[in-house]
């Protein structure tokens, strides 16, 4: 049983827009990441941006980059401008948006007036990298122990 549609939009190239097309392409959909920035997974680590591409092509993902304008969402899919000047339609039956994260903290502010001391680590501190939510996290651990 196939479940979604054959043409799937996701608007974002940073690291979840690069990931995200991997679900729906393994399932026979055709796939395009469009990014307004020149470069598909900026803020990846630098191995992983370098291995991205060839990943996304192996699976048959188109790449757009550069468009400057997301204008409207049309009968067809998206309708975009290029950056060339040029108004495109990139055909979807699916558009995914993968445009940013904001952290979660809502917890943290809950729990303010009921404990002494807090410390945000991961996504509701900064959307990030796993290894950088490890990392903060091993700190404020050791910051609890008085170590550091």
Known sequence: MK????????????????????????????VTVVRRGSVMASKMFASNRRAQPARLNQKDVTLITGAKEYQAIIQDGLGMNDGKGQRIAVEAETIVLATGAIPNNELANALKSKVSEIRLVGDCAEPGRIRDAVHDGALAGLRVWGIK
């Open 3 to 30: 479940l979604l549609s054959p043409k799937v939009v996701i608007i974002g190239g940073e690291m979840v827009g690069c990931e995200t097309p991997d679900f729906p392409g393994e399932r026979g959909s055709r």
